[in-house]
């Protein structure tokens, strides 16, 4: 059985079939997307057909192959095969069969250049296959899945970042617990150290166990101050009492919500007759000029299709014009991955996270983190971590899970991957999506032996960005 290795989405496969002998565009605004109001549009043809498909959603062929018509540098601008982006740029995902990414550089953070010409991968995002999705499900090493192109990406497209569904289909785990009512909260000391205030919660859970040791999760307290966004549990009493450490001041001493840090759901919203304000429980990343869906809310009146956004208050808020007055907490969910403003497909480094919800001008930091020059917006991708978890369901992890045992028989201790600060940890600092060339065998027996604890392949690359696990070194400078 081919495995699959860690899910990252620095770059994913863009979908589909263009119009036959039309000229290359984006997926997210392009081929895949039919024009309004057209009943007689010819694209529906490159793809499916009524009565002799040969592959499941009335496709022509295989899905696999049917995207790689097109996406294999001769119907589209990325090329999904050979890694090469528009342009004839690096893709940043890399290639499902070669890749360019300049793996022996590991030194700093903008050391990961690109090569000339690509390398046969070691590892890659299988698709069309069976495999395994490594740190799916409640136990074990990993979760059986089949993955395809349409698994991540509606080729109908949607609006999303690179057509992101909101939640890949064929998920290993894709169901986020429910928030929990919060009865009372107690601070119970404080540290000065960066792992901030710790505060002990009595929450009603409708099952014992909900949450883990080092579970992120985020707080709303009866006013909207009173938030902890994206903390960490760091321990569990019983089934109704936690301990839930974050970096920021509290003001609540009883009632609101806990919950996991999904990206897609929304706390809350309150509207004043002109526009409505959003609070989501998770660091978002939007910006102003983004287009959201937001459904599930009761009332009706504050669900939007393609609502524009007209400005964003915090990290945790964001406002779109709305009629609707008055406020509900009952929730909702927006969908997905949001679309970036400026769609980059290329990368001219492999490290630097500057593809996604970036305004500012960009200013390559002596850490190549993509920080915005006037202390804006950046273009690291806050929620992405949380996205590839509802695959690797075990993999998340908060701050400070190096050093507390969650429990979890296989990943005991892990490194965490839920940050949502530029240049902080999340998936993609480490994982390319679609396949990678880098080497676990060259230079010394260590990182070679790494994979077969959790694979049984000795010398398995995990989609890592770096040849021997050198991606330690973009951090961890030893």
């Known amino acids: 059985m081919k495995r699959l290795a860690f899910l990252g989405v620095g770059s994913a496969v863009i979908l589909g079939l263009g119009v036959m002998g039309a000229a290359p565009a984006f997926a997210d605004n392009g ?16 793809c499916h057909r009524a009565h002799t498909a040969q592959d499941s959603y009335l496709l022509k062929s295989a899905q696999t192959s049917l995207c790689t018509t097109c996406h294999d540098g001769t119907g589209a601008t990325t090329d999904v095969v050979r890694g090469i982006g528009s342009g004839a740029g690096a893709l940043r995902g890399g290639g499902f069969s070669y890749a360019l990414i300049n793996t022996t550089s590991g030194v700093n953070r903008s050391s990961i250049g690109v090569l000339t010409s690509g390398q046969v991968v070691t590892s890659k995002h299988d698709v069309g296959v069976a495999g395994t999705a490594w740190g799916g499900g409640a136990t074990g090493t990993g979760t059986a899945i089949t993955l395809e192109c349409g698994s991540c990406h509606d080729p109908h497209g949607n609006g999303n970042y690179r057509i992101l569904r909101p939640i890949p289909n064929d998920a290993a785990g894709i169901t986020f617990p ?118 599930g809310i009761t009332p009706t009146g504050y669900n939007v299709t393609k609502g524009t956004i007209v400005a964003v208050p915090s990290a945790t808020t964001f406002t779109v014009a709305n009629t609707t007055t008055g406020a509900t907490t009952t929730g909702g969910k927006l969908s997905g991955i949001p679309d970036a403003l400026a769609k980059v497909y290329t990368t001219t480094n492999y490290w630097a996270q500057d593809d996604h919800n970036y305004t500012g001008t960009y200013q390559a930091s002596t850490q190549g983190n993509g920080t915005a020059a006037t202390g804006g917006a950046t273009a690291f991708i806050t929620n ?74 000795a010398d398995d690359s995990f989609l890592l960005r770096v040849d021997n696990r050198g991606t330690c070194n973009m951090c961890h400078s030893v």
């Open 384 to 457: 992405i971590s949380q996205w590839c978890s509802t695959c690797h369901t075990r993999i998340l992890a908060g701050s400070g899970a190096w050093k507390v045992n969650s429990g979890d028989a296989m990943y005991t201790f892990k490194h965490r991957a839920n940050n949502g600060k530029e240049g902080s940890p999340n998936c993609i600092q480490c994982h390319v999506a679609h396949g990678t060339n880098a080497s676990m065998v060259t230079g010394g027996p260590y990182s070679s032996l790494v994979g077969t604890q959790i694979t049984g392949k």
């Open 31 to 46: 081929p895949h997307v039919s024009t309004a109001g057209n009943t007689t549009v010819d694209r529906c043809a490159a």
């Open 178 to 295: 429910s928030p929990v009512g919060v009865t009372s909260v107690t601070q119970t000391s404080f540290q000065v150290t960066s792992h901030g205030t710790n505060y002990y919660y009595a929450v009603v859970l409708s099952a014992a166990g909900t949450f883990k040791v080092t579970d992120p999760v985020t707080f709303y307290g009866s006013g909207a101050a009173d938030a902890i966004i994206g903390g960490t549990v760091s321990a569990v009493a019983d089934s109704q009492h936690l301990t839930v450490s974050a970096r920021v001041n509290f003001a609540s001493a009883s009632g609101g919500l806990m919950g996991y840090a999904n990206p897609q759901a929304i706390a809350g919203a309150s509207g004043d007759g002109t526009t409505a304000t959003y609070t989501t429980w998770n660091v978002h990343g939007l910006v102003a000029g983004q287009t959201v869906t937001i459904s």
